[in-house]
């Protein structure tokens, strides 16, 4: 079997790496498990909390990672129907030497733009009844309960939906044959590039490529207990410690599941093997966190072991009132190219804690650039750093973040050799980005992506965006915006009324022919300025007249197909019939665009924006395409 990339790891990232690559046009995508499912370890036993980025140090990686997953995972959970609670959580105080604590993280969640407000103990009262703070407490409107299984599962149906890949289960990673072909359980797999997305058998994957000799794996789990349901009403929704930020656990915790039933989350434990996960010979001791106080430091999971300071949070709780169910897992993943030597191809450890909450942070990644931000620098206390460092003391920090800049400049070069050989996106791709965009924008939930100084790096050698986009003018038509789309996504063209003017056929076919588009939306909107005044007829004066003199058509048009209207149901229809003006006059001054139309290289769609509501409305291809694309060159009359 050949892959063109093969996906080590059906957990979620390795999922939402499949997903947003067919949804990109890439092809011949195979993820590969060991399991007879996916789930059956990190992505698929945690609590399901999605957090909200109040945790986060501003302006860090992980907080604006946290903040857009939780926009996208809450989004996608929309449209696809999956679970999806949305109760929000309460972090509660011990006494008032906590009380710092809690401004630091109120001020974290202003500054990272995470809604999160004080709340006295009356308003406690409200969102939770049985539960008990010292004075105030800190409410995060947006953290949400999801189903990391369903979450997983349909990753699973898009990823097959698409024709593009699929995923093969019971199929266990072994060894390279040589530098292009796997040798897992399953048979011999040939492949041109690799991902590592094995959690946490990561280090063993990254092992057979000669990557990430000095490292080890740093295992942690966290015990579940189901609360009996006779005192499952003691929990409306997600509570929390005050934590101590300088460690990254969050201390025991309480949870509603999307299925009503009510969890408290252990600490972090330090586990026996490798698939719970293991502390052995392979792995790296994980010494205990120096313990501030009890709750909030490391230690050997079991039963007595389990901090008793939930019971001053809920006088009504007592240790016998849980039920053992489960114990949630952290893993790790890399990229590696098949011709790279160790020196630069490092497996680089990655932060997980963050999970499935995070996986489709993925989504909204530059086109052309592998969307790298699941890959987190892990920081801990300085005890337990020297502790996992023991076998490598000579290691400084500085080296460790060469290495995972070394990594990042070699997932996005690989990501840009395979869209030079053909991964690229599809028309099909750029509409579902758009389409996403602008759910995000339409509800309020935007993610406004690559805007920052690194994007413009990016962008600076040269434009790879994967849609153009011709819109009016209107100041209320922001096309980057509508869409949610960041800088170098989208070629746009804008002028009042949309028109296709010579000059603007001139900038469409170098977006398709020379950009590479392989979509071209031609998008008007309600109550259009020019439309309106091509349906009323009255005269602008100077050049405007000459503007709109292509919509004159249109409007015509509509007003004899629909007698009996007038106002903005004419005009309506009116836009509609523009915008099939427009992609008339493009195919017609055009052979350039009727050319890649007829290959399969460019798909033009119609498209009405609502400025209102913000919907974008999908027309589809001209109703006489066949017609269109008949047409032999010359003037647009």
Same mark, same amino acid.
């Given at each position: 079997m050949h892959a063109n990339i093969l996906i080590i790891g059906a957990g979620v990232i390795g999922l939402t790496l499949a997903r947003e690559l067919t949804a990109r046009g890439a092809k011949d995508i195979v993820v590969l498990d060991k399991e007879a499912e996916s789930g059956r370890h990190a992505s698929g036993r945690n609590s399901g909390v999605l957090h909200a980025g109040i945790y986060y140090a501003p302006d860090s990686l992980r907080a604006a990672t946290c903040i857009q997953g939780n926009r996208l995972m809450r989004a996608y959970c929309r449209e696809k129907n999956l679970p999806l609670l949305e109760c929000g959580k309460v972090i509660v105080a011990r006494d008032e030497s906590e009380w710092p604590t809690l401004d630091k993280l109120l001020a974290r969640s202003t500054a990272n733009g995470a809604e999160a407000i004080m709340v006295d103990e009356g308003e406690l009262a409200a969102i939770e009844p049985n539960a008990k703070t010292t004075g105030r407490a800190l409410f995060s409107k947006h953290t949400a309960v999801i189903d990391p299984k369903a979450i997983l599962r349909a990753l699973a149906v898009d990823i097959d939906a698409s024709g593009r890949g699929k995923l093969l289960y019971n199929a266990a990673f072994t060894g390279l044959k040589n530098e292009t072909t796997a040798v897992t359980t399953a048979g011999e797999m040939t492949f041109n590039f690799c991902v590592n997305a094995a959690g946490a058998w990561s280090d063993k994957v990254a092992a057979a490529f000669g990557a990430g000799a000095g490292y080890r794996l740093l295992p942690f789990k966290g015990l579940y207990r189901k609360l009996r349901p006779e005192r499952s009403h003691l929990v409306r929704g997600t509570i929390y410690p005050v934590p101590d930020i300088r460690n990254p656990f969050l201390g025991v915790h309480f949870t509603k599941s999307v299925t009503g039933e009510r969890q408290k989350a252990g600490q972090g434990t330090q586990p026996r093997r490798r698939g719970g996960m293991l502390q052995g010979r392979d792995t790296a001791p994980a010494h205990r966190y120096p313990q501030g106080r009890a709750g909030h430091g490391f230690r050997r999971g079991t039963r007595g072991a389990q901090p008793a300071r939930p019971k001053r949070h809920f006088p009504g709780l007592h240790r016998l009132h849980g039920l053992r169910e489960n114990a949630g897992r952290r893993a790790q993943s890399g990229l590696i190219r098949p011709d790279s030597r160790p020196e630069s191809a490092q497996s680089i450890p990655a932060r997980a804690g963050t999970g499935v909450r995070n996986g489709l942070t993925i989504g909204p990644a530059p086109p052309l650039f592998l969307p790298w931000p699941f890959i987190f620098r892990i920081k801990f206390p300085q005890r337990l750093t020297r502790a996992v460092r023991a076998t490598q003391r000579e290691d400084s920090m500085r080296k460790k973040l060469a290495l995972f800049a070394a990594f990042v400049m070699l997932a996005c070069a690989a990501l840009a050799y395979a869209s030079a050989t053909g991964v690229g996106v599809s028309a099909e791709a750029a509409l579902h980005m758009l389409t996403e965009g602008n759910a995000r924008f339409v509800s309020g939930q935007m993610a406004h992506p690559r805007l920052d100084a690194e994007r413009r790096a990016?962008?600076?050698? &040269?434009?790879?965006?994967?849609?153009? +986009?011709? *819109?009016?003018?209107?100041?209320? =038509? @922001? #096309?980057?915006?509508?869409?949610?789309?960041?800088? &170098?996504?989208?070629?746009?063209?804008? +002028?009042? *009324?949309?028109?296709?003017?010579? =000059? @603007? #056929?001139?900038?469409?076919?170098?977006?398709?022919?020379?950009?590479?588009?392989?979509?071209? +939306?031609?998008?008007?909107?309600?109550?259009?300025?020019? #439309?309106?005044?091509?349906?009323?007829?009255?005269?602008?004066?100077?050049?405007?007249?000459?503007?709109?003199?292509?919509?004159?058509?249109?409007?015509?048009?509509?007003?004899?197909?629909?007698?009996?209207?007038?106002?903005?149901?004419?005009?309506?229809?009116?836009?509609?019939?523009?915008v099939w003006q427009s992609i008339d006059d493009l195919y017609r001054q055009s052979p350039i665009l009727r050319g890649l139309t007829k290959e399969g290289k460019l798909t033009v769609l119609g498209a009405v924006y609502d400025v209102a509501s913000g919907q974008v409305k999908w027309l589809g291809e001209h109703p006489e395409q066949d017609k269109l694309l008949a047409y032999t060159s010359g003037p647009a009359h």
């Open positions: 990016q962008t600076a050698a &040269g434009q790879k965006p994967f849609a153009t +986009v011709i *819109g009016c003018s209107d100041s209320r =038509d @922001v #096309v980057e915006l509508i869409f949610d789309q960041g800088i &170098g996504d989208l070629f746009v063209i804008r +002028v009042a *009324g949309n028109p296709a003017h010579t =000059d @603007v #056929v001139g900038t469409a076919e170098y977006g398709a022919q020379h950009l590479g588009t392989q979509l071209l +939306v031609v998008m008007g909107h309600t109550k259009c300025g020019a #439309v309106v005044a091509a349906v009323s007829g009255e005269k602008a004066g100077g050049n405007i007249d000459a503007l709109i003199e292509p919509i004159l058509k249109a409007a015509a048009a509509a007003k004899k197909d629909f007698p009996n209207l007038s106002g903005d149901e004419l005009v309506d229809k009116a836009v509609t019939y523009n």
